[in-house]
Structures are given as structure tokens and as C-alpha cells.
């Protein structure tokens, strides 16, 4: 969503308030983390000291919306992975001889 140059995206209300030529996105993922960088190409009037505020603030206010619009019941998911274990966790079938079992987790 923030990489959409449509109407009524990030990039479009920057760009309609003066203050960027462009909006780029780098995302970063590991295991332990998820990184967002997002650049913008300000322009003369979007490099001005009150203007890098509006930048921030405009992106802020859309990041939160983004936020409001996507909020899921995480305790419903995390309940319903739980369940999907249990039945893998209970369905595995056992192994045709313990010894092979116990030398392949070694």
C-alpha cells in the first residue's frame, strides 16, 4: 500500500502538496525483524525545515491508516495456528523403527 502512486496514496498526497518528486521503499527481512526504509526525493520547498515536518507528519497520519484499516483479532489467529499443530502434531505418523527416528533428530 505505501508503494501505490495512485490516487489518494502516500505518494500522491505528498506530490499534490509540493513537497516530493518521488517515494521509493526498501523493505529489510530477517528472522528476528522486519525493516521498512522509505526515501523520498523532496523537493526545494518539501526540503525546507517545516516541510520535512508535513513530510513526516502526512506519512505518519497514512502509516496509522493503514494501521486502523488492517487491524486483525491476532488472538483468533494465534488460537487457530495453535489448533492446526495439534492436529499435525497429532496425525504424524510414527516412524517404522525408533532407531532411525532417534538417528535422523541426532
Request: no cysteine; proline share 3%; glycine share 4%.
Amino acid at each position: 500500500a505505501l508503494s501505490y502512486a495512485g490516487p489518494r496514496s502516500l505518494r500522491s498526497q505528498l506530490k499534490k502538496r509540493g513537497l516530493i518528486n518521488g517515494l521509493d521503499l526498501q523493505v529489510d527481512e530477517t528472522s528476528a525483524a522486519t525493516v521498512l526504509f522509505i526515501m523520498f526525493d523532496l523537493t526545494p520547498k518539501g526540503a525546507q525545515e517545516n516541510s520535512t515536518h508535513e513530510v513526516a507528519d502526512v506519512t505518519f497520519s497514512f502509516i496509522q491508516l493503514l494501521n486502523e484499516a488492517h487491524q486483525t483479532d491476532f488472538a483468533s489467529i494465534g488460537k487457530s495456528l495453535q489448533s492446526m499443530s495439534q492436529v499435525n502434531f497429532n496425525y504424524v505418523e510414527a516412524p517404522d523403527n525408533v532407531m532411525d527416528a532417534v538417528a535422523d533428530l541426532a
